[in-house]
């Protein structure tokens, strides 16, 4: 099946910093979602994006749903120690299947 | 409200073997999605059900096999266990619904499967 890139695939950075990750497809999405997973758990979803160009923020975080509709961001910004896992964007055409990115491991230094 | 619940939590069965997964939605939700995470592999599609019918199915060999029940429950079974299908099996529920219709999808915990 179809999977989206998602970059990059792992980070390293001291607690503090603002983190930044992307999702791209070669086809165009209606919606983007955005999950974070901690090890052993399923992933929990943190951000849902409908519009092309939408901007949405959840405490720290802010996604983009791109004007091509074929790409999405994620931004945390001062990143904490629970910010540890990994984020898996998702991006759906029509009915219900989702397309999933393959993932971008955040690991945060104290 | 209750969220998406998997059962077992973890499971180990050994080579040859068949497996049943459950996974009980969200209530009001009526399509339930199936997936496979493996380390190497990030998340890769089984089969999603809608209202009972299997709607969309990923490339996974017949092994594999799911169904959902009128309350919206669904089950998925490996049958002939390979030591490759020890993964962890998530399940998603969503609304389901219209081409048009926009919907989120809630995971549950997952079932950690070992094959031995």
């Known amino acids: 099946g179809q999977q989206l890139n998602q970059s990059p695939q792992s980070m390293f950075i001291q607690e503090g910093e603002d983190v930044s990750m992307n999702c791209t497809s070669s086809?165009?999405?209606?919606?983007w979602l955005w999950y974070k997973q901690d090890p052993g758990e399923g992933p929990v979803l943190l951000i849902a994006?409908?519009?092309?160009?939408e901007l949405t923020s959840n405490g720290r975080l802010t996604a983009q749903f791109g004007i091509t509709r074929k790409d999405s961001f994620l931004n945390i910004s001062a990143s904490i120690p629970s910010d540890v896992g990994i984020y898996f964007c998702?991006?759906?055409?029509?009915?219900?299947?989702?397309?999933f990115g393959t993932g971008t491991s955040l690991t945060v230094i104290p | 409200k209750a969220g998406v619940t998997q059962t077992p939590r973890y499971l180990i069965k050994t080579r040859g073997q068949q497996v049943t997964l459950s996974c009980s939605p969200i209530?009001?939700?009526?399509?339930v999605s199936w997936y496979q995470q493996t380390p190497g592999q990030g998340l890769q599609f089984l089969f999603e059900?809608?209202?009972?019918?299997?709607?969309n199915k990923g490339n996974f060999p017949g092994r594999f096999s799911g169904r959902q029940f009128s309350n919206s429950r669904s089950e998925m079974n490996v049958s002939t266990l390979e030591l490759g299908d020890s993964a962890l099996y998530l399940c998603?529920?969503?609304?389901?619904?219209?081409?048009?219709?926009?919907?989120?999808?809630?995971f549950g915990q997952g079932t950690r499967l070992t094959v031995v």
């Open positions: 998702a991006g759906q055409l029509y009915g219900n299947q989702f397309y």
């Open positions: 994006l409908y519009k092309a160009g």
């Open positions: 998603a529920s969503s609304l389901g619904g219209g081409a048009l219709m926009n919907t989120e999808a809630f």
């Open positions: 059900y809608f209202s009972e019918t299997q709607r």
């Open positions: 209530s009001g939700h009526r399509s």
């Open positions: 086809s165009i999405f209606n919606t």
